[in-house]
């Protein structure tokens, strides 16, 4: 294959981190990022170019890009973290192949992207497009924090921000394990769909009497992990509700809150703790044979249907400046940058 | 020796929890105590009675005695964690010798507490009272928590109400394993003395710019474990301020703050994290010839001089009622009730 000079890409317009946290929404990408023609990136010693078929958007990438997540942005890079697409080039035995990735060196919104060979992801021809663009950020991190969940030996965990994509996945997870899901959810339309996809027990945050029911919930199915991707009171409020030795997993900021510990005894006399959780941290330190094997039962979920992706909408990258906002603002389903199109 | 059928003791008025958290200060002892003869109590299975030479006042009976403590408070009997004293009875072939213990049966401000046969700790000749009767709850403490700082490879750990017993005993410790102590103290008055007892920094909380030079310790000592005795919003500050996968080690509550987590992302990209430490489940987790060992270094310590306990008065216990709140309040040192004089 021949590959162009230039591509099209979105392209950050700052660098490092911007000082605010304002959570992952955005109304108008033009402050952060611009449509623009910029070369095809040459890939190095151990890297692999890779022609995107498809590129996830995360709230990660929205943190990202408007400098709130962990890592600084480098102006004139492309966004996104992740996508499906062919190996084009690069220092790997896998040219020719579809694979998911994570893009370490040049982002996935554009028509080409650059990452290191070795987390390159082949994936089954059986496989959905939608499914592989987004296999590995919300799938992988689900499989990994349902590890902490099955490896503590307890018969039920608490998640919250439960209607994303990635509670979704948790609470497949737990109703094919039988470890019950109790889900946290901001919108009591959410509940039904939940129940109907396994979840023990739906707790609406909005009520105003939330914690009313709370206490008896606990007593009965003793959630022991709480995975938590917003970080607010009400999180608090429900760690300090958990039955001894109970751990608050945070991997997510959607609140702007900052909790207040009200029960800090629960600390020494309940054996509780909080901790984070981080899918860049845990592909470093875990067993380095769990990750392909995760990967195989995160392609045999998707293709015998006990995961679904919900798709919000997939935009043309020519299009997304203007339209991803629109598509990222629908309340359920993820979103797409199709850069072929 | 034959026995009395009566004693003196300091006798709680009160079952379980107060649901209040004022802290270990106490002004009046006379709504939650009363000095009263009640029955010698009588040793069962596994039990040991002791003639108490010399009962310790930690902060936590304060907290427990004030309902305020992770146990609840049994009306009728005597108060008091901790003592020194002769074995006088019960199932044990420790009778006759002299032994330091924690009262789990019938508190130690009283002639004569009731225990555990399997907790005693025999003294050796050479130990002074005074260390012997506040051997357990901070040597044990300072001890176990010195251990996960060891363990985890650190150079520097930092820890608040360092002015405090166990504060002081900790600072020695560092000074003694070369492991820098920065020592965290409201009133500046403390810095000189823990400087030369061998803290390496000394943060004075009440400084108007007190976290200002924190940034500056933070980098040069990078410590990564905060032992926390106090609980407030500065101590969240200051964890904050601490370098990647710091540990928070709450062990106490002297303040009444419900401090706020102003930066939750650095549990996720920072691996920082909450937890607590209690003696009680430290003895029953860690490995069992640890707990005799580390008596075997107390004991060391204290008669070698690597260990001083400072004095704030001994109190007989008939004068208990009154004079034990004036000799709490001094700022330095640790109150003993004596129930032999």
Redesign the interface.
Known sequence: MTLPDTMQALVQLHDGYADT?TGPNINDLSPVLAQQTIPVPAPGKGQALIKVHLAAVNPSDIHFIKGEY?QPRIKGVPAGFEGVGEVVAGDTPLIGQRVSFYATASGTWAEYALTDASGLVPCRPDLAEVDAAGQIVNPLTAIAMFDLVKDSGIDSFILNAAGSQLGKLLIALGRDHGIKPIAVVRRAQQAAALKALGAAEVIVSSDADAMGGVADTMKRLKPRILLDAV?DQFT?DLFFAMPNDARWV????LSAD?????Q???????????????LT?WMKTADPARIPQAFGEIQDRFVSGAWVTDVAGVVPLPAAMTQLPQVLAKPDGKAFIDPRS
């Open positions: 946290a962990g970080g608090a945070n991997y997510g900021k900052a909790p207040a510990l009200h800090m005894g629960q600390f020494i006399f309940q054996n509780k703790r909080i901790e984070g959780f981080w941290r």
